[in-house]
């Protein structure tokens, strides 16, 4: 058990105690799947693409909603560079991106499950810590939350984390967790390993619920 914990105490990832729970009001569903409406041109699409380079659109229903927060306030600010994501942040207001952050989420986040996974490769074996080994994330209350990786596309997952193994894509704790990843193999094998996991995850369709 002990070694799962070791990449938090080395990245010294702050440990919230629930602390921040209910710091804010939560953001207004309703008002936030209205103000979603521009989003899903793109995604609201099964299976959506993004064009040079060619990969899928993340799956955002059931997402954290801390981490779209994060997320959206990282292209707003082009932290997280994206162009077209940054044109669709630049005019959101924090309001406006807790409101879609809520009714992309739903009323409660997306449980973490203790039931162990089938097989996780070595590749994956120190995500766990923080993703869950089955890709829902854990009980503890981490801030920053992790986002849930199961069900994602894979496509995206190994854009992901290609972006994070090159510095593309800044983020002080995935930046160290992706340099275990050593090879372009080894991308694809967690990629693959998270995204074929089962998981509430799913294209945010105007009829999703
Ligand atoms: C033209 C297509 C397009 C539109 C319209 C669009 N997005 Fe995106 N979105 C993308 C792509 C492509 C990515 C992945 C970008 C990357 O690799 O960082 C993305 C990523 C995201 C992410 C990050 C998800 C994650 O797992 O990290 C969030 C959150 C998001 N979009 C929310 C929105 C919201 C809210 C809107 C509407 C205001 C919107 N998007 C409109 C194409 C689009
Ligand atoms: C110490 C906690 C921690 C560990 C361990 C960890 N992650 Fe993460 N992960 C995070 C956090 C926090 C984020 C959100 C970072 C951000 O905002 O860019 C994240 C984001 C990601 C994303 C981006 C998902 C998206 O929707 O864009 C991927 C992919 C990912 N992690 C994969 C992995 C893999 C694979 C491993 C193991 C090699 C791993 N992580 C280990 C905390 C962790």
Not at 151 to 172: I, M, P
């Amino acid at each position: 058990m002990l070694f799962r914990l070791n990449p938090l105490a080395c990245l010294g990832v702050a440990l919230t105690l629930g602390l921040s729970m209910g710091a804010h009001a939560a953001g207004d569903r309703e008002l936030g799947e209205k103000k979603f409406y521009t989003c899903y041109g793109c995604h609201g699409v099964v299976d959506y693409k993004n064009a040079y380079p060619d990969y899928s659109v993340p799956k955002l229903r059931h997402q954290n909603a801390a981490y779209l927060i994060t997320a959206l306030k990282e292209y707003r600010e082009s932290s997280r560079p994206h162009a077209t994501m940054h044109a669709q942040a630049a005019s959101l207001s924090d309001e406006d991106i807790e409101d879609i952050a809520a009714y992309l989420q739903g009323a409660d986040s997306v449980k973490p499950s203790a039931s162990t996974a089938a097989k996780a490769p070595k590749q994956v074996a120190a995500c766990g810590a923080c993703h869950g080994e089955n890709g829902l994330g854990v009980e503890a209350p981490l801030n920053p939350k992790p986002p849930v990786l199961a069900g994602q596309h894979e496509d995206y997952l190994e854009q992901a984390l290609t972006a994070y193994r090159n510095g593309r894509r800044k983020n002080v704790v995935m930046n160290g967790m992706a340099q275990l990843l050593t090879t372009e193999e080894d991308v694809k094998i967690a990629a693959a390993y998270f995204a074929n996991l089962p998981s509430p995850l799913t294209t945010a369709t105007t009829d999703s619920k």
